[in-house]
């Protein structure tokens, strides 16, 4: 079971960061990644990293403001979240999988586990 925390409310410009936690796993030994869902919107891929190879991947949206990394002492993952803006506005969800390729890194149908997911408001 995934545990994603740190979302809340933010004004644009502002920072929040987002963790993802495992009890009773070993975050290191899988793939991860941070997906997130607006209302009416599909859900979509914000950031992953692999784990065999450390590739990471930034929905190009979020390049430069976000930032994946992972605590392997604390193990969880995390997701720093820079110069917010209003359509930054989601529920993120933390994902694991293993052994992913990269063609199907960004798409959630492949992502075997899921957290409950953290709401994310960002104001004008």
């Known amino acids: 079971q995934l545990q994603a925390s740190g979302g809340g409310l933010a004004q644009a410009g502002g920072s929040l960061r987002l963790s993802c936690a495992a009890p009773g796993r070993t975050l290191n030994d899988y793939d991860m990644g941070w997906f997130r869902q607006a209302p009416g919107k599909e859900r979509e891929f914000v950031a992953v990293?692999?784990?065999?190879?450390?590739?990471?991947r930034y929905l190009d949206d979020v390049k430069g403001r976000f930032t994946f990394s992972r605590d392997h002492a604390k193990n969880t993952v995390d997701l720093q979240m820079n110069s917010l803006k209003p359509e930054d506005t989601a529920v993120y969800y933390c994902a694991a999988s293993q052994r992913l390729i990269t063609s199907s890194l960004t798409d959630p149908k492949f992502w075997s586990y899921w957290g409950q997911g953290t709401q994310v408001t960002v104001s004008s």
């Open positions: 990293r692999r784990r065999r190879d450390g590739y990471t």
